[in-house]
């Protein structure tokens, strides 16, 4: 399996304005189809620990299972992103058990596995992965987190919710308990989709309208885009930590492949 070919990626993680560190963690591997963001929380320097465990092994274990196979189809690729997060899962909240300046560490997750005509998403948290297709920005992902919950419920409307005091208050994470719910979902993928994974520090200091307006203008240079995006979230105030992952899907054996058996089917109906 490679899909260096097919996928263009391209990263950026800064501590911004305020915070001492930078408890982010990035990964990606364009030969594997994989992208990985991690945003970690609890104690001092011991988010950062968690969020490295998780895009760490996440990686290396996604590398292993996809090693001497070619692409997964979508039940198979769902199966191996949940059995590697799960097994982040465990090491985190065991480290955080065993290391007493690692207790209560945790960490949000969006990690994407992109093959054959499909992206599947592991969430959990409040960062996210956005899609930009046809100039069209579309969220893909649904915070896990108290502010979400309450404009779910009509509680609060989207402009009150910008100045809500619960704005970083996530409803499930990696590492806080033993065993954990992770949401999975696949959507299909097409030829000059970009898709965008980013840690809250980034949607907290822009609005969506600027995320879209940035990645359309720099599309074709996804390293400025990278870079551009972080700058202007700095700009704003940079409260958080700030991590971007872009990846563009080009024309490509994989893409093609999944267009094909899809055409192939509705010939067969």
């Not at 594997?32 to 620990?49: C, F, K, R």
């Amino acid at each position: 399996m490679d899909s260096s070919r097919v996928l263009e990626i391209a990263s950026k993680s800064d501590a911004g304005l305020v915070r001492s560190h930078n408890e982010d963690s990035i990964g990606s591997d364009a030969s594997i189809g994989l992208a990985v963001l991690a945003d970690g929380m609890g104690g001092y320097n011991a988010g950062e620990v968690a969020s490295g465990i998780a895009v760490s092994m996440i990686t290396s274990g996604m590398k292993a299972a996809l090693s001497g196979r070619g692409q997964p189809d979508e039940a198979s690729g769902e199966s191996m992103l949940r059995e590697q997060v799960a097994a982040a899962n465990s090491a985190i909240f065991n480290a955080a058990r065993q290391r007493k300046e690692c207790e209560g560490m945790g960490t949000t997750l969006v990690a994407a596995l992109f093959f054959d005509g499909k992206v599947s998403v592991a969430h959990l948290g409040d960062s996210r992965m956005y899609r930009l297709r046809g100039g069209k920005l579309e969220i893909m992902t649904h915070d896990h987190s108290l502010l979400q919950e309450q404009l779910d419920s009509g509680m609060l409307t989207k402009e009150e919710a910008r100045f809500s005091q619960y704005r970083n208050i996530v409803t499930r994470a990696l590492g806080i308990e033993q065993d954990v719910e992770i949401e999975i979902r696949s959507f299909d993928v097409q030829p000059d989709d970009l898709y965008l994974l980013c840690s809250d520090g980034l949607n907290d200091m822009l609005e969506d309208e600027e995320i879209g307006l940035v990645l359309d203008t720099l599309r074709s240079n996804l390293k400025l885009a990278a870079e551009k995006l972080v700058a202007l979230a700095n700009e704003n105030g940079g409260r958080d930590n700030i991590s971007v992952i872009l990846v563009k899907v080009k024309q490509g054996i994989g893409v093609q492949r999944g267009l094909m058996s899809r055409l192939m089917s509705s010939f067969r109906k």
